[in-house]
């Protein structure tokens, strides 16, 4: 059985957040039970001579409302991943949020069609918006595809006359279809077009058909019901690793939680912080709404009150990072930290005490199962793949404090009940324990995708 994986970021070539991790981490645990090929932009910004990647040789081109647009593929000797660049789809600095995302994406759509005939593969998994217009350009040629949802706040919304661009025949512009308020949905192509449908969670599944978390797509999912599947992601655990990781200071593991304590005063040195026995708070995601920024924010001020310091390391919405660097210099325990910084990040998930996600939804969530492998607790709002992965039930994977009240008084009972679990250190050192020795690698999930993909054939 051979799958193509189609992704607009891959970690380590692109990432923007978990679909970069997932896009590396799911096809590596596919790869040992079927044939996996990925296929992601050439970027301007990724450093193809650090990455040795090289033209397959062919200068291929697609003919799209009467013009012509050529691509090449790239690749690194031995790899499974492959590379197309076309100047439109990578010319830019960064991933996403340009004038013609539309042209760019359905172009990659485009292209990952064409791949996909040319190297005869069964399946096609696409993911999220970007490359959802495959699952329609794929249908005559009797191609299966998977499409998966990780974030439905992002569909790809643009202008009618996106469908003439792209060629795109008006037959499908229909409520059934692409049509979305008078405007093009390139989401709905892989919602309805796609043989199933899956997102990142159990929960996140169930909630997506909802008012309140459907994001206007909720009665469209209702009606495509019967093909979505929740199924939880997971991490690349060889990845992230605290006995290995060279980003972090001390390498450890649960049996050495001491060394662990070392990073922490590592860290708090870098900080300019007295040793102290004060925990660690982080947080760390995108300034965006959906990760419960406003009740963070409004929290903060009690939280300078109390023994404990706080460390935000994020980039996003700019009013957010100005009111952020504000706070920081006005309260000496919290900390931002503006950017985004992947090594920091493991040095900070191998210092901590705790991670706080108070989102206000998440789709499945990375940062918690990433804490739990560094042992660091994490406190979240029960929501999506949150609520999946987060228990406090004793002996339940991952152990963690659990708030329902998404507000300040709730996200700020939590992080109380996480200063009395920290004091009573022999109960707070054995769910550290216990969650570093949490499963939260790709198996299961694995199984559970490589069962989808078996029933389609
Ligand atoms: P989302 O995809 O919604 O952003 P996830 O929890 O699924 O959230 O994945 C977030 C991923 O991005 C994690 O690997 C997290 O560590 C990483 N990340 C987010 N923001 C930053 C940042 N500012 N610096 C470093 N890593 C970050």
Redesign the pocket.
């Known amino acids: 059985m051979k799958v193509l994986f189609a992704s607009s970021e891959i970690y380590p070539y692109s990432k923007s957040?978990?679909?970069g991790?997932v896009a590396h981490s799911l096809p590596l645990a596919l790869k040992k039970r079927c044939r996996m090929v990925s296929i992601t932009p050439l970027y301007r910004f990724i450093d193809r001579k650090k990455f040795n990647l090289h033209s397959l040789g062919t200068t291929y081109t697609l003919q799209i409302a009467e013009k012509t647009y050529t691509y090449e593929l790239f690749q690194a000797k031995g790899s499974d991943t492959l590379f197309v660049y076309n100047d439109i789809l990578c010319e830019t600095e960064a991933l996403y949020g340009y004038d013609n995302d539309a042209l760019r994406f359905g172009l990659f759509s485009y292209m990952i069609a064409a791949v996909a005939e040319r190297i005869n593969a069964d399946i096609v998994h696409l993911n999220d918006w970007h490359t959802a217009l495959a699952a329609l350009l794929l249908k005559p040629a009797a191609i299966k595809t998977v499409f998966s949802i990780h974030?439905l706040a992002y569909q790809g919304i643009f202008n009618k006359k996106t469908l003439r661009k792209l060629a795109i025949d008006k037959r499908y512009f229909t409520m059934e279809g692409l049509e979305f308020y008078g405007k093009v949905n390139f989401l709905k192509a892989g919602i309805a077009y796609s043989n199933i449908i899956t997102t990142v969670s159990p929960t996140y599944a169930k909630e997506i058909l909802t008012d309140q978390f459907g994001c206007g797509l909720d009665g469209f999912l209702k009606k495509h019901e019967a093909r979505l599947k929740g199924i939880l992601n997971g991490i690349d655990t060889l990845f992230f690793n605290p006995e290995k990781d060279r980003t972090i200071g001390v390498n450890f593991d649960a049996v050495h939680l001491e060394k662990k304590a070392e990073n922490k005063r590592q860290y708090y040195r870098t900080l300019g912080i007295e040793e102290n026995d004060k925990p660690l708070f982080i947080f760390?995601?995108?300034l965006v709404e959906q990760k419960g920024i406003s009740v963070m924010m409004e929290m903060l001020k009690n939280l300078s009150k109390e023994l404990l310091e706080f460390v935000i390391?994020?980039?996003g919405e700019k009013e957010t990072e100005k009111k952020l660097l504000k706070l920081s210099k006005k309260y000496q325990n919290i900390h931002y930290i503006q950017?985004?910084?992947?090594a920091?990040?493991h040095q900070l998930y191998a210092s901590a005490d705790f991670l706080l996600m108070p989102s206000l939804f998440e789709p499945?969530?990375?940062?918690q199962m990433?804490a739990a492998r560094y042992g660091t607790v994490p406190i979240v709002h029960s929501t999506g793949g949150l609520k999946d992965s987060v228990f406090e039930q004793i002996e339940k994977c991952i152990q963690g404090i659990v708030f329902d009240d998404f507000s300040k008084e709730g996200c700020l009972g939590a992080v109380m009940r996480a200063l009395v679990l920290y004091r009573n250190k022999k109960t707070y050192q054995s769910m550290v324990k216990f969650d570093m020795e949490c499963d939260v690698s790709f198996k299961r999930s694995a199984k559970a995708y490589m069962k989808i993909y078996r029933e389609l054939l």
């Not at 950017?339 to 992947?342: A, H, L, R, T």
């Not at 499945?364 to 940062?367: A, E």
């Open positions: 957040g978990g679909l991790d974030n760390i995601g995108r390391l994020g980039e950017g985004y910084d992947e920091l990040s499945c969530g990375l940062n990433i």
